[in-house]
């Protein structure tokens, strides 16, 4: 048990990032090192942060755009295709976004489905904040804290 860094009240849960360490390697150019940082944040701080991400929702907007470049060039090419893609894209994380807003207004206590639960990763959802966080204090100037997600994809799966 420890405090929540954002609310300060008492939780189990924890968030991590990695802090990168910039060295010299043997070769004599500059490494990053990618040291994990973790600190205790509470469930609810996380929730609220998942629901309160206005470009996340911004993004499937956008997406949505793809629906007119069918219009304009008919589904059978390769703008109409992709666009599909990017629409069908922008839809299904809509239904994430809507997903994690039900689960809060209604309290559900049931787990996530399977299907989901990649999607709706608290996990990184606390990551992220925790990253957030740490920028808002100016820990993070020359954006070397990475969240879960962008330091699976430099470093391939933990
Ligand atoms: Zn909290």
Redesign the pocket.
């Known amino acids: 048990m420890g405090s929540?860094?954002?609310?300060?009240?008492e939780?189990k849960r924890t968030a991590t990032v990695y802090v990168g360490v910039p060295k010299i390697g043997v070769d004599g150019l500059l490494e990053m090192t990618y040291i994990p940082q973790t600190d205790f944040?509470?469930p609810?701080?996380v929730e609220k942060h998942a629901r309160h991400n206005p470009m996340q929702l911004v993004l499937c907007l956008f997406l949505q755009l793809g629906w007119v470049e069918i219009a304009r060039h008919g589904l059978y090419s390769v703008g109409g295709l992709l666009g599909a893609g990017l629409g069908l894209y922008g839809l299904w994380r809509l239904t994430i976004l809507l997903y994690i807003r039900c689960r809060t207004w209604h309290k559900w206590s049931n787990r996530t489905p399977k299907w989901l639960a990649k999607e709706v990763d608290a996990e990184w959802e606390a990551s992220d904040l925790y990253r957030k966080l740490l920028m808002d204090q100016g820990r993070d100037a020359d954006g070397c804290i990475l969240d879960i997600r962008a330091y699976q994809r430099i470093h391939g799966d933990l």
Do not use: M, P, Q, Y
Request: hydrophobic share 20%; glycine share 10%; proline share 0%.
């Open positions: 929540c860094v954002d609310c300060g009240c939780t944040l509470c609810d701080c």
